[in-house]
């Protein structure tokens, strides 16, 4: 009996101690919750802070940032495994994000923050020259996914081949800033990359051939830039693009044959540049395609057929490209077509009847061609179109007298008649003056001649 007892109690004190533990270590973790930084990187990001902003005295305004209620708009912090909160986001220049200083410069110090995921700057380096730098703390790899410099026309020089050392970055906005030199092509190398946008720089020499390697990129914009040469045919191995943008270069050739592998593309814009030569057959295969925008070119080849096979297309402009022949009856069938820019071409033949038919259009000019004919749109058309309808400079074209009333100025004269003839609505005979009070009008003038001679001589 004494050792069953002495045996229970045993077993109690165990289970007791057992209880203190377990509420020791739960009470150990909740002292551990997230609720502070350590204090390297908070003295990082008071460096960050105050080299960028003054809109808060920092430190003293915020000596806790990553403290749920005590942070500014701007910044975004997550629990790490360590039990301290770290910075992931920080945003500067966009209201209501922090304001940037006049005379700031690209804080470098971005990259000693182990784990940012996010860096914005819109519209923060305007005055004092900048430029981008990376330095990798050698401790740790970077888990940046997203950095964007955008509008900041203090940022000047090339962009630097360190970029590649960033591995895990998504997205690379580098647009509207004043970076020269050439891509490098280490940037090819970031292959988690889906957007890149280079965009509105002064960003010479070529575009490199390794920009293949991107194969999960959806966008790449490198306009209004002074890249020149060719096209690359590795362009046709990013499978995954969706949007092209490399207008306003100085781009030549032609187009790859390769581009008819972009399966997924939507939105492709090659305008003003030097490109010329034929349009690949298997352009037909971009099914997905929606917006094809390539003026400006000096292509001076006929207007290929193959643009009618993209049935989803909403807007074709190929103005100012000196296209010859006739236009392809085929372009009927693009119902969804919503603008059409040929102007400024050699474009010969009639207006295609089915054009008239095209119920989701706008916007349609096929101004100074050498079109000829009558044009084959009903006074529905013309109403719903109204002023963004522009025929002009085709001199051998004309309307049918049955569909010119009430037609706004497009520029084309009523058929068989004069080019001062007006398209106004013609006077009833009720309405026109009689042939009597003409006479009668024209005798009462010649007597008052007479009557003015008497009296003067």
């Known amino acids: 009996m004494h050792c069953s007892f002495s045996l229970t109690l045993s077993l109690l004190l165990l289970l007791s101690l057992l209880t203190i533990s377990s509420t020791t270590q739960q009470h150990g973790k909740k002292n551990l919750q997230p609720n502070s930084m350590e204090p390297s990187e908070l003295e ?38 360590d039990s301290h909160l770290h910075v992931t986001r920080l945003d500067f220049g966009s209201p209501p994000s922090p304001s940037c200083k006049m005379n700031s410069i690209f804080p470098s110090l971005i990259f000693h923050l182990p784990y940012l ?80 946008d280079l965009s509105y720089n002064f ?17 790449l914009d490198l306009s209004y830039n002074s890249l020149t040469k060719l096209i690359p045919g590795t362009i046709g191995q990013m499978g995954m693009l969706q949007k ?32 010329k030569g034929k349009i690949p057959k298997g352009l037909a295969k971009l099914q997905s395609l929606q917006y094809f925008i390539m003026d400006d ?15 989803r297309l909403q807007e074709l402009r190929l103005a100012n490209s000196g296209y010859s022949g006739t236009i392809p009856p085929i372009f009927s069938q693009l119902q969804n077509l919503s603008t059409l820019s040929l102007q400024n071409n050699r474009l010969v033949g009639s207006i295609p009847v089915g054009f008239g038919n095209l119920s989701h259009i706008y916007h349609l000019n096929l101004s100074r061609n050498l079109l000829g004919g009558e044009v084959p749109f009903t006074s529905t058309f013309f109403q719903r179109l109204g002023k963004n309808l522009d025929l002009s400079g085709n001199q051998g074209l004309c309307l049918s007298p049955s569909e010119a009333y009430g037609v706004k100025k497009i520029g084309v004269n009523i058929c068989g008649i004069n080019k001062t003839t007006s398209l106004s609505k013609p006077l009833k005979h009720s309405e026109a003056p009689s042939l009597g009070i003409t006479k009668l ?10 009557f003015l001679q008497q009296i003067l001589f």
């Open 441 to 450: 009008f024209f005798l009462v003038n010649v007597f008052f001649i007479l």
């Open 203 to 219: 960003l010479s020499g070529t575009i490199p051939n390794q920009l293949g390697s991107l194969k999960n990129l959806v966008v």
């Open 297 to 311: 070119n000096p292509m001076f080849i006929p207007l290929p057929a193959e643009f009618g096979a993209l049935h």
């Open 117 to 196: 995921q996010s860096a914005i700057f819109s519209q923060c380096f305007t005055h004092t020259k900048t430029t981008l730098t990376i330095s990798l703390d050698k401790f740790f790899s970077s888990k940046l996914q997203q950095l964007s410099l955008r509008s900041n026309p203090a940022l000047i020089g090339s962009i630097p081949p360190q970029i590649s050392t960033l591995k895990s970055l998504q997205t690379l906005t580098l647009s509207q800033n004043r970076l020269t030199g050439p891509i490098p092509k280490e940037i090819c190398g970031l292959t988690s990359l889906q957007h890149l």
């Open 44 to 81: 990082t990001l008071f460096k960050i802070m105050d080299s960028m902003s003054s809109d808060q005295t920092w430190r003293v305004s915020y000596p806790n940032p990553c403290k749920p209620g005590s942070s500014w708009m701007g910044i975004e912090c997550k629990a790490g495994n």
């Open 244 to 275: 092209l943008d490399l207008s306003s270069n100085l781009l030549t050739g032609s187009l790859p044959n390769s581009i008819q592998k972009l399966n997924s593309l939507v939105f492709m814009a090659l305008s003003n540049n030097r490109l």
